[in-house]
């Protein structure tokens, strides 16, 4: 079995790691930041990427500390409820749907991986800054100028990943989709059933909230993730973004009119004290992601609008992907084999992305609903909005169970 290099110990790298190691592989993971900690908000693992965790052996871990999102909620800002678009076992996925924050998650595959390769395993304060290869193996360069020999190299370290500028050192700038994102999370008493997905407004103006914690459930509380989003400009090529602490806009005032039936949407972004600013941004997608024995995986490979919930859960089949393909070839063909897989699926996420995704049904409903005193019903078919819905799962690969 090869050794394999990893740069980045986000969720991509440690689901990596853990699926390779699973495998038989040596692995060694090297993070940049000298110290790994729990950062950022609530993300979602979708069915697909969930069952490839829960095989890993963390389905225990996950549900003592995600929630289990029963559905989405799709509503008007008039609080019009669209579509109710569950995401459970019980709706007939092979595996939850979970709302987690993000930095919980990271931490629990560390523990993971640690526990089953060593406390080594991950190195941090390393800064991957290129690499080289030859016919015998591979070597990841850093930033202080060591040196790292391996079998094969991964690249997930993200957005602005050193790997990817040497594969690709004609790679364009980053796309502005012209909406600032404004994101936070506040421990407050439960909404509704606890387990419920919200996606309110439109395209412009658009509000998003989910529970991330199952230790707060448990208590009758929660852990309430949110996520302000913006339209302010048009879509554009930037050359940089970065998340900012503390908000330079306005972002509550358009969220006062909104009327949700079961939470004030300007009193949770009040009582919040901590809260990052962000640009939705992505990059094109790249017509390929491996030069000889060197790979790219998750953002690293695929940056994607956050529509769909769907970044994190991308990553984790990219890493599925990986380990299965090296099972079989664990050289330089079986990276090109895991880049035919998934290329083109990720690709395939980041256009449908690019067009609204699953959230398509807020546009549609916009554009026909003029107030609080519509009917849904009268304006929108079931048919319509479950097009929209199933059109997604089958390209970011959720389907149901046997669809």
């Known amino acids: 079995m090869a050794r394999i290099l990893i740069a980045g110990a986000g969720i991509g790298g440690l689901s990596a790691a853990l699926s ?34 829960r095989e890993l052996g963390l389905a225990k871990a996950l549900d003592e500390t995600a929630i289990r999102t029963r559905c989405i909620e799709y509503r008007t800002r008039f609080g019009h409820l669209i579509q109710s678009d569950p995401r459970n076992v019980e709706a007939g996925f092979p595996a939850p749907q979970y709302s987690i924050h993000r930095g919980a998650l990271q931490s629990l595959l560390l523990r993971a991986l640690q526990e089953r390769a060593g406390e080594g395993v991950v190195e941090t304060g390393r800064r991957v800054s290129g690499y080289r290869q030859d016919a015998d193996g591979a070597a990841l360069i850093f930033a202080d100028g060591r040196i790292e020999r391996g079998d094969l ?23 502005y989709e012209g909406t600032m ?19 309110a407004g439109d395209h412009d103006c658009k509000f998003v909230t989910y529970p991330i914690s199952e230790q707060a459930r448990r208590k009758g509380r929660a852990l309430t993730n949110w996520v302000a989003e913006i339209r302010h400009s048009a879509p554009r090529h930037i050359d940089d973004a970065d998340w900012r602490r503390g908000a330079t806009m306005d972002y509550i005032t358009p969220f006062r009119d909104f009327r949700m039936p079961d939470m004030d949407i300007a ?11 962000f640009p939705m941004i992505d990059r094109d997608p790249l017509p390929f992601w491996t030069d000889g024995r060197v790979t790219l995986l998750g953002d690293a490979a695929h940056p994607m609008y956050p529509i769909g919930a769907n970044g994190a859960s991308q990553a984790i089949l990219d890493a599925s992907a990986l380990a299965a393909a090296l099972a079989e070839d664990p050289g ?21 992305n690019r067009l609204g995704g699953p959230e398509q049904v807020l546009d549609i409903a916009a554009a026909r609903v003029t107030g609080p005193e519509d009917r849904i019903e009268d304006l929108i078919t079931k048919e319509e909005l479950e097009e929209v819905a199933a059109n997604y799962r089958r390209i970011a690969g959720f389907d149901k169970a046997g669809a």
Do not use: C, W
């Not at 009193?267 to 600013?277: G, H, M």
């Open 332 to 352: 330089p063909g079986g990276l090109k084999t895991y880049e035919a897989a998934r290329l083109p699926v990720t690709t395939n996420v980041v256009r449908a």
């Open 267 to 277: 009193a949770i972004l009040e009582a919040t004290d901590n809260v990052t600013e």
């Open 20 to 53: 390779l190691q699973a495998s038989g592989h040596s692995v060694q993971v090297f993070e940049s930041v000298a110290q790994i900690r729990p950062l950022g908000v609530g993300i979602n693992v979708m069915s697909s990427a969930a069952l490839v965790l």
């Open 181 to 199: 994102m404004f994101r936070g999370a506040v421990e407050m008493p439960v909404i509704g059933d606890g387990r419920t997905m919200v996606i």
């Open 153 to 175: 190299i991964i690249g997930a370290e993200g957005l602005r990943s050193p790997l990817r500028a040497q594969i690709h050192p004609d790679d364009g700038p980053l796309n």
